[in-house]
């Protein structure tokens, strides 16, 4: 029999789904998004379906190319090519957003290549979080909002975001219990299904989302997939959205338990307050949240998340990842490599391609940096006197 | 290479500009030793060529007219007086604010205080003949910044790091025009450990993002006088945009006369123009030389003279000039009397600034900021790209385009296709040049001449 988690990893493993399908028949319109710093709540508000946009079931990147370089990222070709090939042709609209150059570029793409799309917006997003920034971003909120409400003749009352608002802090509410169990010496989850999860509870209304999130818990509850000798381990990066990719980090004997990315925390970090203005509130949260690199002068506070999770969920070493061409990632590793250096925390930097293969190297990678992780440990507890040519004493 | 020692580059760059200051104080003998060295540092691959062509060359290699090198000796100037402040700074304690490329530095002056552009060794560092920059780049590399950065921060990383520049006591970035200022600025900061100002440049260019960048500025005079321990000079800062009104003045005509047939300036008198203004807008050395060559300019627009003999082609130059290469234009002039007629920086756009009030200045700075070379392109939608592009085409009569396609610039990049199908549809021939400008290791010199050459041949236009 299929449990919960099958049926996530099913789901995240499609570009629509039946639940999609279900809700257009019922005369919903679904609008894709590409970043955490989009406010799902105006969608939902507006009586739309929010659907974060994916690079699953994508077969390459040909069509894309005629539009982006050799230098531009994979997730952003893979999505757009689909997008030209018809993929995403159950959307009413997409809204884009500045999230790094190459997704900002999408925009101009799309609109230019007639894909057809009835509705596309621009969202901009201050790099920076401060009152100047959220008074800007605030307004960027309302303009999305009018936006919407002209092109969709709807109304987006300030009881409607309340009750999206609501909806949207259960569903981060739930996620944020499923992650906390990871706090436990016993892991009943993986990374890799929580990351199908994140996936099947993005493409999906917020009610079925919090449907199968309950569900997810209920499952979980009790269930053990770790084992004593594990390493635990944070993951850090950009785009990540292979299971398989994942599963392989786990499978080299370490447990993923926690994680500072677009498809993990970075979703669910923080409520959005129910009192006062309901669009400021949305506005102070999205800006507020826990930040990716493309937000200017807040490593600090991305540095005390793994600083805090640390100790919190006793990491023992620490992962971080970038796509290729990522200037914003490329420039955080830097940070990470400077700053695990000064304060021992084992890191392993991993630079890949989305879909793009090299599992063996990736696999090498990982086993020799779980084994310099035990090695260390091993030889710092005193037990095994002979680790690594670098073994230094304490 | 060898570990230079402290401030090496530096030192030797602003000795060269002196130098280069003194000499071109004699513009006629400059012009007639540059003239008749020529065939020693052009013609042939040798050593003393390999040592002295870069610097030779960015005196005008004997074809710049003497007149046009009487005014880069007040350029000169502008750039000596910084890098010698630059270099006497710790000694005289006085604070060096790091204002990074894009941003301009108009507010720093109006303080006790040097502005000084961390990326300087990306241009000037190559007159030592050393590839200074390669070097550079290799030592942030080699500590673990990106590659795929942009090579002009992995300048400032690596000079930081083999301390040829000096220590900031603050730091003013900005998001824009790319990835890289928005995430190797962090990575700056944590290095150098200064504080640091993040400028936060709009998407949108309407009166709600002039708004928010009035702000931003605003806000950057609160943390200026918060880690000077000063108070802004209003005065100083009315001189200055006084200053600067007048550089954007000239440089402006000067850019609106090279539509004429045949142009009668080269485009690397603008991008010059655009260095000085980067190390050192408002200085009244800088808006001198843009006034000599405006009066230069204008002459040979009103007697209908070009600026080479027999104008073959006119170029469209897309993408910031080859630091590396900087006289890749005199070399196109030269060998091809192809001139580049507009580019991407050295095209000056930016309104006047209104300096009746300290309102009014900051306002309407922070429009001509989003109107600077590079911000005005990159920030916002591919319309900012492809309107400059059609005004370009209807206005400066073009034969073709040049892009030079920096790697760092992975926006521009990212809507590669939708440039490539509009210049196709105005059927002007383009060349797509794959390549870094800083950073050798991508394209060489030799390489951009093969392409240009052979792009020139292709199309019949020698």
């Given at each position: 029999m ?9 789901l ?19 609008i ?35 539009y ?6 994979t ?33 101009d ?6 894909i ?18 959220l008074?800007?971003?605030s307004?960027?909120?309302g303009?999305?909002?009018?936006s919407?409400?002209s092109?969709?003749?709807v109304s ?11 909806l949207y ?9 499923i ?6 010496r016993?892991?009943?989850i ?14 999906v ?10 569900e ?50 970075r ?6 307050e ?17 930040s ?25 070493g ?19 490599r ?21 599992a ?6 990982v086993?020799?940096?779980l ?5 260390q ?16 004493p304490? | ?9 530096l030192?030797?760059?602003?000795d060269?500009?002196?130098?280069g ?21 052009v ?6 060529n ?69 990326e ?5 560092g ?17 500590r ?57 440049a ?22 200026l ?32 006369m ?7 300036s ?7 123009a ?12 800088a ?12 002459a ?6 070009g ?27 030269d ?6 007629v507009?580019?991407?920086?050295g095209d ?10 300290e ?11 989003l ?15 492809l ?21 760092g ?21 383009s060349l ?17 001449k ?10 019949g236009?020698?």
């Amino acid at each position: 029999m299929k449990t919960i988690l099958d049926k996530t990893r099913a789901l995240a493993a499609m570009t629509d789904n039946p639940h999609l399908e279900a809700a257009r028949k019922q005369g919903k319109k679904i609008i894709g998004y590409f970043c955490s710093y989009l406010p799902e709540e105006i969608l939902h508000a507006a009586g739309l379906i929010p659907y974060r946009m994916r690079a699953v079931e994508s077969k390459g990147t040909m069509r894309a190319d005629a539009y982006y370089s050799s230098i531009n990222c994979t997730f952003v070709k893979l999505c757009f090519n689909k997008a030209l090939k018809g993929d995403f042709a159950f959307l009413d609209g997409v809204v884009f957003a500045n999230g790094c150059d190459h997704t900002r570029r999408m925009y101009d793409n799309w609109r230019y290549s007639k894909i057809g799309t009835p509705f596309l917006h621009m969202f901009f997003v201050p790099h920076m979080i401060n009152e100047t920034a959220l008074e800007y971003f605030s307004l960027e909120c309302g303009k999305l909002k009018s936006s919407l409400e002209s092109h969709f003749q709807v109304s987006i009352t300030d009881e409607a975001l309340e009750k999206s608002i609501s909806l949207y802090n259960r569903k981060r509410r739930l996620l944020a219990e499923i992650y906390a169990l990871r706090k436990n010496r016993d892991v009943p989850i993986k990374a890799s299904e929580l990351l199908g999860l994140m996936l099947a509870v993005t493409a999906v209304p917020v009610e079925t989302a919090i449907e199968i999130l309950t569900e997810v818990k209920q499952f979980i509850e009790g269930r053990v997939i770790s084992r004593p000798e594990d390493l635990r381990l944070f993951i850090s990066g950009g785009c990540i959205e292979e299971l398989e990719h994942l599963e392989l980090i786990e499978n080299c004997g370490c447990v993923i338990v926690a994680d500072n990315l677009c498809l993990g925390t970075r979703h669910f970090h923080d409520e959005v307050e129910t009192q006062g203005d309901p669009l400021r509130a949305i506005a102070k949260r999205y800006l507020g949240h826990l930040s990716c690199p493309r937000m200017m002068g807040d490593f600090q506070r991305r540095l005390d998340c793994l600083l805090g999770v640390r100790k919190e969920y006793r990491i023992d070493g620490a992962i971080i990842e970038k796509l290729k061409f990522c200037d914003l990632w490329g420039a955080e590793m830097y940070l990470y490599r400077a700053e695990s250096k000064n304060r021992g925390i084992p890191l392993l930097a991993l630079e890949r391609e989305l879909y793009g293969g090299g599992a063996g190297q990736i696999k090498t990678r990982v086993q020799a940096f779980l084994e310099k992780i035990r090695n260390q440990q091993a030889t710092d507890e005193g037990v095994v006197r002979a680790a690594g040519t670098d073994y230094k004493p304490k | 290479m060898k570990q230079p020692r402290p401030f090496q580059y530096l030192k030797w760059s602003a000795d060269f500009l002196n130098f280069g200051y003194y000499l071109t104080a004699f513009p006629n003998l400059s012009y007639w030793a540059l003239r008749l060295a020529r065939p020693l540092y052009v013609r042939r691959e040798t050593f003393f060529n390999r040592k002295f062509r870069y610097a030779a060359l960015i005196l005008g290699g004997g074809i710049l007219p003497p007149e046009e090198i009487a005014a880069y000796h007040y350029g000169a100037k502008a750039f000596v007086d910084n890098m010698k402040g630059a270099l006497k700074a710790n000694e005289l304690g006085r604070p060096v604010v790091w204002v990074e490329w894009i941003i301009s530095s108009e507010i720093v002056n109006a303080f006790d205080a040097l502005p000084f552009n961390p990326e300087t060794l990306s241009v000037f560092g190559n007159m030592s003949g050393e590839d200074v920059p390669s070097q550079l780049m290799e030592e942030a590399e080699s500590r673990g910044f990106a590659a795929e950065n942009c090579s002009a921060i992995k300048v400032t990383a690596g000079s930081y790091m083999l301390k040829q520049i000096p220590r900031p006591t603050a730091i003013i970035a900005g998001s824009h025009p790319c990835d890289t200022n928005v995430s190797a600025y962090q990575s700056i900061t944590h290095l150098t450990g200064a504080p640091a100002f993040y400028f936060d440049a709009p998407y949108w260019r309407d009166e709600d993002a002039f708004d928010y960048y009035e702000k931003n500025m605003w806000c950057l005079i609160d943390f200026l006088e918060k880690n000077l321990h000063q108070k802004l000079d209003w005065d100083r800062l009315k001189e200055v945009v006084e200053n600067e009104n007048r550089f954007n003045f000239y440089l402006q005509e000067i850019c609106e006369m090279m539509r004429a047939i045949p142009s009668p300036s080269t485009m690397i008198t603008p991008v010059f123009a655009w260095v000085v203004r980067e190390i050192a807008i408002g200085d009244p050395n800088a808006t001198e030389m843009a006034r000599r060559i405006y009066e230069i300019v204008k002459a040979r627009y009103e007697k209908g003279v070009g600026v080479v003999k027999k104008e073959n082609i006119r170029v469209l130059w897309w993408n910031p000039p080859i630091a590396f290469f900087a006289y890749v234009f005199k070399w196109m002039e030269d060998e091809f009397g192809a001139v580049v007629v507009k580019d991407f920086i050295g095209d000056v756009r930016m309104p006047q600034i209104d300096t009746s009030s300290e309102r009014a200045m900051i306002r309407d700075m922070a429009k001509n900021h989003l109107y600077l070379a590079m911000a005005r392109q990159c920030h916002g939608p591919v319309e900012f790209i492809l309107s400059e592009l059609e005004q370009a085409i209807e206005e400066y009569s073009p034969d073709c385009l040049i892009f030079a396609g920096h790697a760092g610039c992975k926006h521009g990049w990212a809507v590669i296709g939708l440039i490539k199908d509009f210049l196709k549809k105005r059927g002007l021939p383009s060349l797509f040049m794959n390549m870094d400008i800083m950073d050798q290791r991508h394209a060489t010199e030799d390489d951009i001449k093969r392409w240009i050459t052979e792009f020139f041949r292709s199309n019949g236009f020698v």
